[in-house]
């Protein structure tokens, strides 16, 4: 966007899931890397009373200066773990992590690669993680990440979200 002649930065990022698949998680992570690199961001969240199996969505914005209205009407990417029943409009890119494309966007096996080079399911979202910060071009070092990730996963956290980021 341009506002009085000068470019500003201001992206708006829509994360849907069900319950159980780290949508929060990932939410208030990749919000804690943007402000680590000096945006502002507001993060939403929006999900069912049911703890596993409800939809889940995080709504994140983060811009260079002040953010003056958080909604999401139209999304620059659209991240989605499972087939949702609610509908999103958005404008740049749709990655969905384990279901067939069916928009213009793309699939990339988030879960597959999570247990076959992890053994783990647990890391889809850290995966999810390195992709988005890849497509957002922020490169977060492992200095920034030790910060904000449990010291008992960070290894392993770590080594997911630089395959996210290294994987094309």
């Known amino acids: 966007k341009q506002i009085w002649g000068l470019i500003r930065v201001i992206k708006r990022i829509i994360l849907a899931g ?16 943007l402000m680590l690199k000096g ?20 709504y994140l ?13 139209e999304a620059d990417i ?42 783990d399911r647990r890391v889809t979202n850290m995966i999810a993680l390195g992709k988005l910060l890849k497509e957002l071009e922020i490169n977060a070092s492992g200095d920034e990440l030790k910060q904000i990730i449990p010291p008992q996963f960070f290894v392993k956290n770590l080594e997911a979200i630089r395959y996210g980021f290294d994987k094309s």
């Open 39 to 58: 945006f502002q961001v507001t993060v939403t969240f929006d999900y069912d009373a049911a703890s596993r199996g409800g939809d889940i969505v995080s």
């Open 78 to 119: 659209l991240l989605r773990f499972t087939k949702t029943n609610k509908h999103f409009k958005c404008i740049k890119r749709i990655i969905d992590t384990q279901i067939a494309n069916e928009f213009e966007g793309i699939s990339f096996p988030f879960s597959k690669d999570a247990v076959e080079k992890f053994q």
């Open 18 to 33: 069900t319950g159980g698949y780290g949508v929060k998680f990932l939410g208030t992570l990749l919000g804690k890397v």
């Open 61 to 73: 914005v983060y811009s260079d200066s002040k953010i003056g209205n958080p909604t999401i009407d």
